[in-house]
């Protein structure tokens, strides 16, 4: 580990920091879809009855937990890269399905009309943006 208090020093903390985020977000996410699988569909399928994604939303919960997941086991991967060998790759590949999965769940948000949780999600966007930057 560098010296904290260096230019490199801080920029590995941010690397890690952005990693162990969406690590812990997707992780934890993806992990509830699987656990609560009936009741996370149920409230899906009501949230998204009168938007055009209505038929579509067992597929769209599969492909959002796998992406989720991936997302989250990437990140908590290239967290210990990060760490223990100095390298961004996986952590940039766990940013990248981040930003993808939150676009997903802005899509979905804004499709839904659910305009304060479409909202919600910008500051996590933005994270994802920078951990696409700081970890290239």
Known sequence: MPDLHTPFGALTLVQLFIAAFFAICFLQSGIDKILDRKGNLEWLTGHFSSSPLAGT?????????VLELAAGAL???????????????????????????LLALFFGQRMAKEYPGAAALVPYFIVALAGLYFLA
């Open 57 to 65: 939303v067992p597929i769209l919960f599969f492909i959002l937990t």
């Open 75 to 101: 990140s908590a991967i290239g967290f210990f890269f990060v760490l223990v060998r100095h390298t961004t790759a996986i952590a940039f590949y766990g940013a990248f399905l981040s930003a993808l999965a």
